[in-house]
């Protein structure tokens, strides 16, 4: 299908983009263009104003900042599973953006639209999520930082106000933690019927942390408290896969054509309990 008709604008500045986002409340920001491009294919988005951030200086790469690497919003998928800083710091970021789609996507598709889409049954937004990710926005009111738990605010729905871009992700450095992401398809290359992102972190031979990430449990990302905490002093597989069981309860599992909200239940106990023992290295995973 034929997009409706807008008008395009390549802003070559920040400051820029943000003044032409706000002026019309329609407009939209085309990142990579793999989340936006199909809905205005189909009429499922349109707005009166596409404004391209591609021209924009500033918002691709990773940078070390201390105790956090700064991921520009325009950093693609193919980036990120190619950084050696995210691959020493937050693997998880890599792992989950490695599952994305085909190559053809990676390459297109940034982590700023991954995030501001909010699909809740998209990769990367569950692993920031147990990341601990924060968001630098900036819009017209100037610059502020969302925690992700705050960023993701409903169904394909942000905290991003109109005006506002996502400029860039701080992640944590998670150094020496173990990573793993599982996540379940009915066909290559399809949105998750239910993802797991893990990060788990031992001490003396047990979990002394572990964090988890649930894409597809609900209208957002969500993490799997009672999984996490069961997973206090686990220290081998079966520990592990018993206190990922308990990520069942997390959320609120739609049902549609790819499944009913109990089959997303017991997707999310297995897939959790698989990905906390890879994480912890206890089967084959990083330690």
Known sequence: MIPAPFEYLRPDSLGAAVAALAADEDAKALAGGQSLVPLLRFRLAAPTTVVDLSGVDGLRGVADDGGALRIGA?????????????????????????????????????????????????????????????????????????????FFADYLTTALEPGEVLA???????????????????????????????????????????????????????????????????????????????????????????GGADYRRHLAGVLAGRALAHAAGSEGGPA
Do not use: I
């Open 168 to 258: 860039a992700v701080r992640v944590p450095k998670l150094t020496g933690w173990g990573f793993h992401y599982e996540k379940f398809t009915r066909t290559a290359q399809a949105w998750a019927v239910v993802g797991v992102a893990a990060a788990v972190r031992r001490e003396n031979g047990a979990v002394a942390e572990a964090r988890v990430g649930l894409a597809n449990m609900a209208p957002v990302p969500v993490r799997a408290g009672e999984a996490e905490r069961a997973c206090a002093g686990a220290a081998g597989a079966e520990d592990l896969r018993a206190a990922g069981a308990q990520a069942a309860g997390a959320g609120s599992p739609p049902s549609d054509l790819n």
């Open 74 to 150: 325009l950093t693609t998928h193919h980036e990120l599973v190619r950084d050696p800083l995210v691959a020493e710091h937050c693997a998880l970021l890599a792992m989950a953006a490695r599952t994305v789609a085909d190559p053809a996507v990676r390459h297109r598709g940034t982590l700023g639209g991954s995030l501001a889409h909010a699909d809740p049954a998209a990769d990367l937004p569950a692993a920031v999520l147990a990341l601990g990710a924060e968001m630098e926005v900036e819009g017209p009111g100037g610059a502020r930082t969302v925690p992700a738990p705050e």
